[in-house]
């Protein structure tokens, strides 16, 4: 199984920006597809992105369309989400996780088999 660290959460002004990186172990990175969650307390872990393991298709949550962008680097073993424009709402731990089974897009976390243990991101209104 694939072992996913997240980084780079921190506090941020309404309207800033922050990019968070994953960084996975192994060398077999590059044949899973990778999505992002984030969990609010209170609230259920839901979808932001998710990218092909060659990094040819992306797919987004519509709350971070057009704010947010996910990329791989798989030279690197690295998942990372820039997000610009954020939103108070978008304060949650965000995860990174793994699919090791198919090569579809999902916004699912039942299709994702290998979780990080998240960074925190917060935007202060």
């Known amino acids: 199984q694939v072992q996913l660290i997240e980084s780079g959460g921190g506090l941020v002004q309404a309207g800033g920006s922050l990019r968070i990186s994953c960084a996975a172990s192994?060398?077999?990175?590059?044949?899973?597809?990778m999505a992002w969650f984030r969990q609010a307390p209170g609230n259920e872990r839901e979808f932001v992105a998710a990218?092909?393991?060659?990094?040819?298709?992306?797919s987004y949550a519509d709350s971070v369309k057009g704010r947010f962008t996910i990329s791989r680097d798989n030279a690197e073993k690295t998942l990372y989400l820039q997000m610009n424009s954020l939103l108070p709402e978008d304060t949650a731990i965000y995860y990174c996780?793994?699919?090791?089974?198919?090569?579809?897009?999902?916004?699912?976390?039942?299709?994702?088999?290998?979780w990080g243990r998240g960074t925190q991101v917060t935007v202060s209104s």
């Open positions: 996780a793994a699919r090791l089974n198919s090569n579809d897009l999902s916004s699912s976390k039942d299709d994702y088999h290998n």
């Open positions: 192994g060398s077999t990175f590059e044949w899973y597809p």
């Open positions: 990218i092909t393991r060659g990094g040819g298709a992306t």
